[in-house]
């Protein structure tokens, strides 16, 4: 079982290392939380189903509620992932999340990924 402390304190970091670049998602007025452009790299493991993936992303924008990420494969909304960073070389336990939206695009896939914590538990 992954600790809930754990998890915000990581991705209180990840939204930490976005703000160091100091742009915010444009879109931020429509949102509950400002969400930082992300370019880093993830990985997903999806949780539903028999068999369990990894799937290599990349992020464009992360806010304390919700990660967005660029995907070569499709992952239907309410699938069920462990987000992890190559930053974290495998010391850390990851952060779940889920599946919130999947929209098809140029390239592959626009993935809206919900963390299990909500912001007023942080």
């Excluded at 990349?58 to 960073?85: C, D, F, Q, W």
């Excluded at 929209?103 to 896939?109: A, E, I, P």
């Amino acid at each position: 079982m992954i600790n809930q402390n754990v998890a915000r304190h990581l991705v209180d970091r990840w939204v930490a290392e976005a703000e160091l670049l100091g742009k915010s998602d444009q879109l931020a007025i429509k949102r509950g939380q400002v969400r930082f452009i992300s370019p880093g790299d993830y990985r997903l493991q999806s949780l539903d189903g028999s068999e369990s993936r990894e799937h290599c992303v990349r992020g464009y924008n992360i806010s304390i509620s919700g990660l967005g990420v660029m995907s070569k494969e499709r992952l239907p909304a309410g699938t069920r992932v462990l987000i992890h960073t190559d930053i974290d070389n495998g010391n850390m336990p990851g952060v779940l999340a889920s599946v919130i939206h999947c929209t098809q695009t140029v390239g592959g896939y626009k993935l809206g990924l919900q963390f299990d914590f909500h912001p007023a538990e942080v």
